[in-house]
């Protein structure tokens, strides 16, 4: 692809929306959630299918859902609650340190500069700028396997990992694109452009793609 061709690109996807299901956390920030429960419902979401998040979510927002509260249940409750996400009792124990932090260092409220979201315990690049990005409409750019794999296999990028495909997009995405670009890649990548196999007889962007390293498709 040439790099022009993004404003189309991402134009035609965007279209696409609307035929799929919303990434849980982008669906949270429209239903205007607080910063606090998009926050946990990130680092629920890792390694995680967004139907399994949405569940578990719900259920440990119902016994709590500010950073006080949250402390107040034990880490057996939360990984009840939050069971069967990947790495449950990882992650319960990180939100109990997460809202410990929130509440001795940031007053109970979510810090908005990304080096103070890297400092939570759980928070990876990826949460930190999906946080900035949809719950304080900042310059987060979220960059998670979908991203990488689609901006790769479109040809916009050529990186080795997700931390290159942020630092390379940073540079050349232009920045009124930055907030929903994961929204809009994410859904791609979980209903078309698969990660083997890609449904590419159905793409509404298969002109423009360069089809990087795609040996089979559909």
């Not at 997700?162 to 995405?173: H, Y």
């Amino acid at each position: 692809m040439l790099d022009r061709d993004i404003h189309r690109i991402i134009s035609l996807l965007k279209r696409t929306l609307e035929a799929w299901e919303t990434p849980i956390v982008t669906h949270m920030a429209e239903e205007g959630r607080g910063l606090f429960q998009i926050l946990i419902s990130t680092i629920l979401s890792s390694r995680t299918k967004d139907d399994v998040t949405a569940a578990a979510s719900e259920r440990l927002f119902r016994l709590a859902s500010d950073p006080e509260n949250m402390l107040r249940l034990s880490k057996e409750q939360i990984e009840k609650a939050v069971y069967p996400v990947g790495f449950y009792k990882t992650k319960a124990r990180n939100i109990l340190r997460t809202c410990r932090d929130l509440v001795d260092r940031y007053e109970s409220r979510v810090p908005d500069r990304l080096d103070d979201l890297l400092t939570l315990p759980g928070v990876g690049r990826k949460t930190a700028n999906l946080v900035i990005a949809l719950g304080f409409d900042g310059e987060g750019l979220c960059v998670d396997t979908h991203v990488h794999r689609i901006s790769n296999r479109l040809g916009y990028v050529r990186t080795k990992n997700p931390q290159e495909t942020e630092t390379a997009l940073r540079e050349k995405l232009p920045r009124r694109y930055w907030r929903d670009y994961n929204t809009i890649m994410v859904a791609h990548g979980q209903n078309i452009c698969k990660p083997i196999s890609p449904l590419c007889s159905r793409c509404p962007v298969f002109n423009y793609c360069g089809r990087v390293e795609v040996v089979k498709k559909r």
